[in-house]
């Protein structure tokens, strides 16, 4: 009896100092042979409402990005659509366990671990891809290091400046702030600087091309506090030749296509003012269609507005020009018909009386007359007055009534076809001209 009670206190006495070296050594004693630890070894204890090194110091967070796609980017809401892979490194010294190895455990278990509250400021929608579960990768590392990667999809907002459109460049960021935790509880930083970020160098976009990016560390100051902050800053070139193939060069062969009217004959109304007509209204209905990817906004006047607003105005121009031209051919007409019926009228009288003219149109009867009367004393007059009219003849002898007489000669129209032959010259170098200027301006300051 005595040797069964022996044994007995042997055996509690052995259980209840392994119990105690397991309470006072979480781990024990570990060497390779033995199975690597547990989640629930790893847990026990473990209080995740608390971030590490708590009443120590902050926590310092590194951060690298991996963009996956760009998937839109609209003018309209002035915003873009990323698919990121966001990676967190932290060190926490409660999940320390020996060994060299790393333990990669279910996402599903992260509402046991400690996390950051990272969040984008900027976004206006997002939401973690779950397919076929939440990806979300937990990894632990030996010495209490976490690897915590999530996949997110994002709308964040993107003020985009379209005074240059369609060769606008534009300077987008992806902000990450810490939500709750301030300076002194986390610190945030980049884990390898500008190498950080990657897969923007083999993005393929529709109407973008990335031309560059680089990283920054900052901070967030708001009422409560001072907060951590990472940005990255991307610039977006716009590929301009789409717009050139789908706008810029439509709008120049219909501005060349209403030059064509400057070479059909005067009298030709219907086929000048179908060219007129039907060239304004195209190129109406390009002003509009352009228009449809961008915002109403007042306060842009962009480039391609001012392009189309430039072959709008010399395409009006060269309707204008016909009426005007049409104008002066029919005055031009009447000026030779009113002359011809008095050379007639002044040969039937040998030119010794002013013919009297009958006419159901008085003022023509008295334009008539008139004509007559003065080119019969027209001789009388200038023969003796010839030294008195001399010194008036033309515009006077000063040079500023000279220089006056010449600027409005060249727009007194002697011969309503010489409207047509300047109009071929100055409305093909008048818009070269302004071609040049145009983007001379907009591609290069």
């Known amino acids: 009896m005595s040797v069964l009670l022996h044994v007995l206190l042997t ?10 070296t397991y309470s006072n050594n979480h781990w024990g004693e570990w060497n390779d042979s033995q199975l690597q630890p547990t989640i629930q070894k790893l847990m026990k204890g473990y209080n995740r409402y608390l971030r590490p090194n708590f009443n120590e110091g902050p926590v310092e967070i590194g951060m690298s990005l991996d963009i996956a796609s760009i998937d839109a980017i609209s003018e309209i809401n002035m915003d873009y659509t990323a698919t990121i892979f966001l990676r967190q490194r932290w060190r926490d010294s409660r999940l320390v366990f020996p060994g060299n190895e790393s333990v990669s455990v279910d996402g599903r278990l992260v509402s046991l671990l400690w996390i950051p509250d990272t969040f984008i400021p900027d976004s206006k929608r997002s939401f973690l891809h779950d397919v076929t579960v939440e990806n979300r990768l937990i990894r632990i590392f030996s010495n209490g290091t976490v690897l915590y990667a999530l996949r997110i999809t994002a709308t964040i907002a993107c003020n985009m400046d379209l005074t240059k459109y369609p060769m606008d460049r534009q300077m987008c960021t992806l902000q990450l702030e810490s939500w709750g935790y301030n300076l002194q509880d986390v610190v945030f ?22 031309e560059s990016y680089y990283t920054s560390v900052s901070e967030a100051v708001y009422e409560t506090g001072q907060y951590p902050k990472l940005v990255l800053h991307f610039a977006l070139r ?18 060349v296509l209403s030059w064509v009217s400057f070479w059909i004959s005067q009298s030709s109304v219907p086929a000048r003012t179908c060219i007129g007509v039907t060239t304004v209204l195209t190129m109406t209905t390009l002003m509009m269609g352009a228009r449809t990817s961008l915002p109403n906004a007042n306060c842009f006047i962009k480039a391609i ?28 007409h009447t000026i030779e018909d009113l002359h011809r019926e008095l050379q007639r009228e002044f040969n039937e009288s040998n030119g010794n009386s002013i013919p009297i003219v009958r006419s159901t149109q008085p003022n023509r009867a008295m334009v008539i007359a008139t004509t ?16 008195e009219k001399a010194p008036a003849q033309g515009c006077g002898p000063s040079s500023a009534k000279d220089a006056l007489c010449r600027v409005v000669s060249v727009f007194v129209v002697e011969n309503p076809h010489d409207i047509d032959r300047r109009s071929r010259k100055f409305f093909p170098l008048a818009f070269l001209f302004v071609n040049v200027l145009y983007w001379l301006y907009y591609l290069f300051l």
């Open 11 to 20: 055996l509690c006495l052995t259980v209840t100092q392994g119990s105690c």
């Open 238 to 255: 716009r590929n301009v030749l789409f717009f050139i193939l789908e706008t810029y060069v439509p709008s120049v062969l219909l501005v």
């Open 305 to 332: 507005d001012v392009y189309l607003g430039i072959c709008f105005t010399f395409i009006f121009g060269a309707l204008v020009e016909y009426a005007c031209a049409h104008f002066y051919t029919m005055k031009h």
């Open 189 to 210: 930083y980049w884990t390898r600087g500008n190498d950080s970020v990657k897969g923007l160098d083999i993005l393929r976009l529709a109407q973008y091309s990335v």
């Open 372 to 387: 007559a009367e003065q080119s019969a004393n027209s001789d009388t007059r200038n023969s003796a007055g010839a030294k």
